[in-house]
C-alpha cells in the first residue's frame, strides 16, 4: 500500500543525511515498529510518511501514486492518520467535538454521525460526560484514546504514530498498543508505530530498526 | 462550513480571550460609529436645510434698468427734474413664475405707511430725534409722505422670512393669510397692543398719507411679537418695529391708490430646493419683462449651512478614516499575536489535512462573531459619543457660521428704506419703501437652528458600521495571515 522508493533526508547538508537509499513497503492489515536510537530519525522519517515534510531523495508512494502529486494536504486530508506523543487534540473542544471535527476535515464516510461518535469513544472506555467535557480535563491516557479513536473514525487507511505510549504508564500502554494492533487488523489499515519501548514493538507485526543510516527488519 | 463550527467552539472555550476581544474591537467601533454618525447627522441636516432654510428668489423692479432710464432721459431733456420711475410688480407675471417648477410658495410683499388715528405709537428715543416726543411723529424720512405706522401688505405672514425664522411670532389670533384677501384685517406688533390696550377683535383707524387720504377702519385678527433682533437693523430715520402691522396685500395697494391694484413691491417665491435656484431664475426670466423687473436670487442661508456642514462632515470623515486605520492596525497586531498563541492548533488542523485557507477563514469568522457584538454594543455607547462630539463641532462651526452670515446680510442693507420688509436679501426694490417689520436676520437665526445634529443611531448607520468594521476584520487577517500560510505543520507538531 504505502511506498517508499530511495528515500533520502538530512537537515542541512547531505554529509549529514539521517538516512539515504530507504526501501520499504507498508502494507494494509499489518502493524510496524519503528524502533531505534535517541536522534537516529525516526520522527524525522515518520514524518515524511505523514506527509508533513518531504523527502529530500526519493519518493513515497501511496497505493502507487507519488504523494506529492497527490499533494501534501490532500494525501494528509485522504490517506494518513497521525498520532503524536503529545496527543495533539484541539485543546478548545470536547473528545465528541475533536472527533466530529476531524471527521468533517477528513470527508470521513462518517461525516456528521455523532452516534458513531460516541460509540467510538465510549468503546475506547470513554463516559458520556467526558465526551463533552474539555478535552483537557482527560487524563493524558484518555486523551490518548481520543487521539486514537480520532484515527479509528476517519477512513485514512495509513495511521503513523510517533511514541503514542511515551507519556503513558504500563496499563495505558498496553491498551493503547492493543487499540493500534485492532486498527490495524479489524479496520484492516497500515499501522506504523514509532517507538523506543521494546514491549510495543513486540506487539506489533513487524519491527524496523533504524540504525547507522539504515533500516533493517528486525526478528 | 466545519469552521465555522469550530470558530464558535473557540470562541465560547476562551471566554476571557473573546472577551478582551470584543471589548477591543468595541472601542475601534465606536470610534468608527461616532465618526460616521456625524458625518450622517451633517448630511442630514444639509438636506433639511435645503428644504427648511429654503432659497429665495425675488421677483421686483428693475431699479439697475430704471436707473439708467432716468439718467438717459436726464442728459436729453434738461427742463424736467429727473425722476425715478419703477413699475410695480404685477400680480400675473408672478403667477406665472409660481407655477414654474421647484417653486414652493410666493409671498407679495407691499409696503406703504399710514397715520395711526386715535391711537398712540410708539417712539423709540434712541433712534434719531426727528421722531420727536412720542405719539403722532412727522415719520421718517421725507422724501415719501410717509406715515407713521409702517404697513407691510403680504400675501401670508407665514411665508414672511422674520415669521419663518421665528424672530417673529404670532402670540394671540392668527397671522394674515390668503383669505384675508380684499379685507381690512390687520396683525400688530404686541408693544403698539400694550401701549393702547388693544387685543385682538379691536378696530383701529389709520389714515393714509398718500394717494385717497382717506380713513379706513381695521380689524385687528391678530398680534405678533418681534423679537429684539428684529430691530437691530433699524436704519436711522425709521419707526419703532413696533409700529409696524401687517395687512393682506391688497389692502396696502389700496392705500398706495387705484393704480397699484393687482401689484406687489416684489414677489418673494421659495424654491423647494435651492439647488435649483439658479434654473427657476433663467426659466422665470423667460416670462417677465427684464428692461422693467428683475429676478434676485438668495441661497445665501444655504450655502452658509452647507459650508459649515461640509466642515463638520470633512472632520467626520477625518475622524472615520484615521480610527479605521488606527483600528486596522491595532486588531492586525492582536490577531498576529493571537495567531502566534495557536500555533499549535494550527499545526492539528494542518496535520488532519485541513486547507490553509480555511484556517484563515476560521478566524476570520471569529473576529466576525466578536464584530458583531461589538457592533451592538457600540450601537449603544454610539448614540452617546456621537452627540457629544457633534455637539462640540456644531457648537464651532456654527458660532463662525452665523458671524459670518449675520455680517453678509447686513452688508446687503443700505442705510437707506431702514428695515426691510418681509424680503430677504440685499435687494431692495421699491423707492417708496418704509421699515417694514420683521428684518431680516432670519439667515443667521436659520441656519443656529438646522445646524443641530439629530444623532440617532439608525439601521443604516449600523449597517455601514458593519461594512467598515468586515473591512477592518478583513485586512488584518489577511495582514495576519502570512504567519499561517507559511507555517510548517512539522514544526509546530515535532519540536
Ligand atoms: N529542525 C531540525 N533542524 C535541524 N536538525 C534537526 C531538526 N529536527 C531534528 N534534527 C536533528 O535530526 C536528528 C533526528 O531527529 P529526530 O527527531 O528524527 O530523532 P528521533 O529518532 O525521533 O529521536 P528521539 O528518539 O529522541 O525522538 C537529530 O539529531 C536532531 O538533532
Ligand atoms: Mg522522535
Redesign the pocket.
Known amino acids: 500500500m504505502l511506498k517508499v522508493n530511495d528515500l533520502g533526508y538530512w537537515?542541512?547538508r547531505q554529509e549529514n543525511s539521517?538516512f539515504e537509499h530507504v526501501n520499504l513497503n507498508f502494507e494494509a492489515g499489518t502493524s510496524y515498529a519503528i524502533v531505534?536510537q535517541?536522534?537516529?530519525?525516526?520522527?524525522?522519517f515518520l514524518s515524511l510518511l505523514a506527509g508533513l515534510d518531504k523527502p529530500r531523495a526519493g519518493q513515497i508512494e501511496m497505493n502507487g501514486e507519488p504523494i506529492n502529486k497527490i499533494g501534501l494536504t490532500a494525501y494528509r486530508k485522504s490517506h494518513v492518520a497521525i498520532v503524536f506523543q503529545s496527543y495533539n487534540l484541539l485543546t478548545y473542544m470536547s473528545p465528541l467535538n475533536n472527533l466530529l471535527t476531524a471527521m468533517a476535515i477528513t470527508d470521513s464516510e462518517h461525516r456528521g454521525d455523532k452516534q458513531y461518535a460516541m460509540e467510538m469513544l465510549r468503546k475506547l472506555g470513554l463516559s458520556d460526560d467526558q465526551m463533552t467535557k474539555n478535552v483537557q480535563r482527560l487524563s493524558g491516557g484518555q486523551q490518548q484514546r481520543v487521539a486514537i479513536a480520532r484515527t479509528m473514525v476517519c477512513d485514512a487507511k495509513l495511521v503513523v504514530a510517533d511514541?503514542p505510549t511515551g507519556n503513558l504508564d504500563e496499563e495505558n500502554t498496553r491498551e493503547v498498543i492493543e487499540l493500534f494492533q485492532k486498527i490495524a487488523h479489524e479496520q484492516h489499515k497500515c499501522v506504523i508505530i514509532?517507538t523506543?519501548e521494546p514491549d510495543v514493538a513486540a506487539v506489533c507485526d513487524h519491527s524496523y530498526r533504524l540504525a547507522k543510516h539504515e533500516f533493517s527488519l528486525e526478528a | 462550513m466545519n469552521f465555522f463550527k469550530r470558530a464558535w467552539l473557540n470562541l465560547t472555550a476562551k471566554k476571557g480571550r473573546s472577551i478582551l476581544l470584543v471589548l477591543v474591537t468595541s472601542a475601534i467601533m465606536l470610534f468608527v460609529l461616532a465618526g460616521l454618525l456625524i458625518r450622517n447627522a451633517a448630511d442630514t441636516a444639509t438636506s433639511n436645510a435645503k428644504k427648511s432654510v429654503g432659497a429665495t428668489v425675488t421677483l421686483s423692479a428693475n431699479r439697475e434698468a430704471a436707473f439708467k432710464k432716468m439718467r438717459s432721459s436726464t442728459s436729453t431733456s434738461k427742463s424736467s427734474r429727473p425722476k425715478l420711475t419703477t413699475s410695480p410688480v404685477k400680480l400675473s407675471d408672478a403667477n406665472k413664475i409660481a407655477k414654474l417648477s421647484n417653486v414652493a410658495s410666493y409671498n407679495a410683499t407691499v409696503s406703504t405707511s399710514a397715520n395711526a388715528k386715535g391711537f398712540d405709537t410708539i417712539s423709540t428715543s434712541s433712534s434719531s430725534s426727528s421722531t420727536g416726543g412720542g405719539m403722532k411723529s412727522m415719520g421718517g424720512s421725507s422724501s415719501s409722505g410717509s406715515g407713521d405706522i409702517a404697513i407691510s401688505g403680504v400675501t401670508a405672514t407665514s411665508s414672511v422670512s422674520s415669521f419663518e425664522s421665528k424672530s417673529s411670532k404670532i402670540t394671540k389670533g392668527r397671522g394674515i393669510t390668503a383669505s384675508d384677501e380684499g379685507t381690512n384685517n390687520v396683525v400688530i406688533e404686541s408693544e403698539l397692543a400694550k401701549e393702547d390696550s388693544l387685543s385682538v377683535g379691536d378696530t383701529i383707524k389709520l389714515k393714509a398719507t398718500t394717494g385717497t387720504k382717506k380713513t379706513y377702519t381695521m380689524k385687528i385678527v391678530g398680534i405678533y411679537k418681534a423679537s429684539s433682533s428684529a430691530s437691530t437693523q433699524q436704519g436711522p430715520g425709521a419707526t419703532d418695529p413696533s409700529n409696524s402691522v401687517y395687512t393682506s396685500y391688497t389692502f396696502a395697494n389700496t392705500v398706495k391708490g387705484s393704480k397699484y391694484k393687482n401689484t406687489a413691491d416684489s414677489v418673494t417665491f421659495t424654491i423647494s430646493d435651492p439647488a435649483k435656484v439658479s434654473s427657476v431664475k433663467t426659466a422665470g426670466n423667460k416670462l417677465i419683462s427684464t428692461s422693467k423687473y428683475s429676478l434676485s436670487t438668495d441661497d445665501s442661508s444655504y450655502q452658509t449651512v452647507k459650508a459649515s456642514m461640509n466642515n463638520v462632515k470633512s472632520f467626520a470623515d477625518k475622524i472615520v478614516w484615521l480610527v479605521a486605520i488606527a483600528g486596522t492596525i491595532i486588531l492586525a497586531l492582536i490577531v498576529i499575536l493571537m495567531i502566534r498563541e495557536r500555533r499549535y492548533e494550527i499545526g492539528v488542523l494542518l496535520s488532519l489535512g485541513e486547507s490553509r485557507w480555511k484556517i484563515v477563514a476560521q478566524f476570520f469568522v471569529e473576529m466576525v462573531m466578536v464584530l458583531v457584538v461589538s457592533i451592538v454594543i457600540a450601537g449603544f455607547g454610539g448614540k452617546f459619543v456621537g452627540n457629544q462630539l457633534g455637539q462640540q463641532l456644531v457648537s464651532q462651526q456654527t458660532t463662525t457660521a452665523t458671524t459670518s452670515s449675520t455680517t453678509s446680510t447686513q452688508g446687503g442693507q443700505p442705510g437707506g428704506g431702514g428695515a426691510p420688509g418681509g424680503t430677504t436679501g440685499g435687494s431692495k426694490p421699491s423707492g417708496n419703501m418704509q421699515g417694514g417689520p420683521g428684518s431680516s436676520s432670519s439667515s443667521s437665526a436659520a441656519s443656529q437652528k438646522q445646524t443641530d445634529l439629530d444623532i440617532n443611531v439608525t439601521v443604516m448607520d449600523l449597517v455601514e458600521l458593519g461594512g467598515f468594521g468586515l473591512a477592518i476584520m478583513f485586512l488584518s487577517i489577511m495582514l495576519a495571515s502570512g504567519g499561517i500560510l507559511r507555517l510548517q505543520p512539522k514544526k509546530v507538531l515535532?519540536?
Open positions: 537537515y542541512d539521517l531505534g535517541s536522534g537516529s530519525g525516526k520522527t524525522t511514541e514509532v523506543h | 515535532i519540536d
